[in-house]
């Protein structure tokens, strides 16, 4: 966006006139015309490299309207007064204060040591008398961070926390160091709000919206990422090697110190991890442009793909959660075996060798001792089992020691898709239809996410997140447009239960939509959740069971109101070509406006590529003492 | 050599204070139990709510890889490591394989044709550097150094 706007010669050269102008004024005073700095000033001027890309992602420039501004919140991060909006006062006062006098770490060759490398490469700052100062605590940094490689790691969805909602992503750093240079002694650089803890959600979420959470820059140990990521979230790490040389990962450490303690505020869709994740890559590699397309809103998986457009990245190593490594082994065993690891992880007081002794063969006693300590773990860590099997923890451990060394498993199932290779996250759909016996056109834009009917691959099956869907309906009868529905959030998590795993599956929605009132059609607010189980029957098909209830709010009804509860069973169908839902859903709204609700729908969607699909839905009604029928086909660009 | 980091894990830890107050756990080479994950892990488990992002900020290496300075012996961070994942440590003992044995290998500067055999030695002696059911990580270490004297090529990467 940037780069589009920097192409318009016009705007740009107002924009330039009136920094030459504030320029010009400004330096005579501060400057004289024989000292180095000064010569290299008016160099700077008619070469216009504060113009230059590169410097304006160094202070993280943004073009609004016809003017610049740095998205940096932060007094400190500049070195002119006006070092937010101007980039020509920016750049001649970190020349300046570059050649200052001074010999400690506040020193702003200290502080900026990106910016130093990049003047110093364009304009040969050594040449001009350029003071040495000797930054003891970068130094020492970069000695403890040396990186000879970068990683750009996507822990993936998770559903059950607002701010991991769609993802998230950061850098892993592999030191110099070939001691340290295995993954998990590597490090991870992490940009995360720094949230308010006695926030509740509601005050969480709308400060993450509107940037009230500052964000920083973080280094953590990559095992430490794993505990909370693999361990505790039960999500699935992509790892994606980027190509990044030497210079390049030199300069984007150079910049992450350049921002260490510098705030920014933390936007939950925009100035979020994955974006500040990508300003660090521009850095690193100038001319990738990678922010630009992210104005708007910075989804995770989108982020990734655009990393790997630019083959910086391609292809990804898989690291299983600790869930779906137990998972995918116990479906390794057989019933007497799984019923074993399940004695030994949740009953200690069991008969241990006698339960040992019913295995066959080492192999099969390795594999059961080993599920059943990791089993065991994973109850702990979830709170669900108290912390009072040490005992039988090390048991098992003694146990597993005494049979012969060696890996007892094969290589873990990678899913047949990575997150980048599933279809975008804007859908933008054109449909017809028939409700109620009137015909109508449809038109919906969906800015995020997925939804359970979208193409699968690269998502994880059963989970939604459809976020400021918004519906416009034109009516072919009394044709008339109307908003007929704006979905503010609607999240849907059907979690299948097993014999191990006992997840609730739970949906919120909420939003403006076109409702059914016994005074007729009518615009209103409505609000429904539900939570319940779901199943897996099969590898293809999944049954779920959920409590609803529902609170709708319009002027058309009596007491302006309808509160309702209800049940909602149905299955979803994943086919070869298709995915189907079949839904039944009955309320009964006993406040406000009484009134029995029935609703039986079908849906299928065909994906075409990764890019479209078609989907239809077919539904009856039994709703305010009406029956009716709703037919929609439509076709979904996704982009 | 690991007893040397030891005693300069102990007095790093008693002049480390300001470090200590990461979100990592225990902080600098202070140690942990074994098994004993459940208080410390509620901090964990309302990080895990927001991206890890509540609490301290930490941008130096205060714990973890680099152990509790850039100029520490690399051994600092094999002990940090088990320190922090001793779960992980013991179940790899246990088992004579997995990733957190290769790191622990590799932060201790065990040469790969050395591995196997340091990760079939501590599955052998499992019951002895793993002693109890709430050991603690400094003694694992003591135990594991012990071990590793006693073999013939494992005892050049031992203090």
Known sequence: MIRDKLSLPGGTRLVLLGMLLAFNGASPATA?????????????????????????????????????????????????????????????????????????????????????HWLNQRLNLHAFGLPAIHCRKLVQWRKAVSATRATLVFPAAYLNSPSSMFGHTLLRLTPADSRKSTPLASYALNYAANVDETDNALVYSF???????????????????????????????????????????????????????????????????????LSLLDVARPGSHLTDDFSFKAI???????????????????????????????ALLNAHEKDVVWQLATKPSSAFDQQINTLRNNKERSRVLELAYDYSRYLALQHTQADTHAAQNYRLLIARSQLPAGNVWPAIRRPAHQPEQGHRTTRLSAGFGRRDGENFLSLQLRPAYHDI??????????????????????????????????????????????AFFKPISWTINAGIERMLTNRGWATGVQLNGSSGFSYRMGQQHLIYMLLKGKIMAATAFKNHYTLGAGLSVGSLLFFEHSTADLSLTGIRFGLGETNTSLVARWRQSFPIGTRYAFRYRVAYHHERGRNFSEVESMVNWYF | ??????????????????????????????????????????????????????????????????????????????????????????????????????TLANLMGISSQDSERFKVLTHDQFATIFTRDNIHSNEVIANLNNVMKQDVILAKYAG
């Open chain 1, 207 to 277: 400060k993450g919206l509107v940037g009230g959470y500052p964000g920083f820059f973080s280094i953590l140990p990559y095992y430490e990422k794993i505990k909370q990521y693999s361990d505790l979230e039960s999500r699935d790490i992509w790892e994606y090697p980027l190509n990044l040389n030497q210079q390049e990962i030199n300069q984007l450490l150079r910049h992450a110190w350049e921002v260490k303690a510098i705030k920014f505020d933390y936007y939950y869709f925009t100035e979020n991890c994955s974006y500040h994740v």
């Open chain 1, 300 to 330: 995770p998986s989108d982020t990734v793909r655009a990393v790997v457009k630019i083959g910086m990245a391609k292809n990804a190593i898989y690291r299983a959660s600790s869930t779906s490594v137990i998972k995918q082994h116990l």
């Open chain 1, 32 to 116: 004289s015309p024989l000292s180095p700095v000064g010569t290299i000033i008016a160099q700077v001027n008619t070469s216009r490299l504060a113009q230059n890309d590169d410097w304006l992602r160094l202070v993280h420039f943004q073009l609004k309207g016809n003017s610049y501004q740095s998205q940096t919140d932060d007094p400190n991060f500049f070195n002119a007064p006006d070092g937010k909006t101007s980039p020509a006062n920016e750049l001649a006062a970190t020349l300046r204060a570059f050649f200052r006098p001074g010999d400690d770490d506040n020193h702003a060759q200290c502080r900026f040591p990106a910016r130093l």
């Open chain 2, 1 to 102: 050599m690991i007893k040397r980091t030891i005693l300069a894990v102990t007095l790093l830890a008693g002049s480390s204070v300001a470090f200590a107050a990461n979100d990592s756990g225990s902080g600098c080479g202070a140690g942990a139990m074994i098994f004993k994950g459940q208080s410390g892990l509620a901090p964990h488990v309302l990080a895990a709510t927001t991206n890890g992002t509540l609490g301290n900020q930490t941008f130096g290496m205060t714990s973890g890889t680099s152990g509790c300075n850039a100029s520490q012996p690399i051994s600092v961070a094999a002990v940090d490591f088990i320190d922090h994942n001793m779960e992980k440590v013991a179940r790899g003992m246990a088992t004579g394989s997995g990733e957190s044995m290769d």
């Open chain 1, 453 to 498: 009917l979208d193409p699968l691959n690269g998502y994880s099956a059963g989970s939604q997140i459809n976020f400021l869907d918004l519906r416009a309906r034109y009516d072919l009868g009394n044709k008339k447009l109307h908003l007929d529905r704006l979905t503010i959030i609607d999240i849907l998590s059907l979690s299948p239960r097993d």
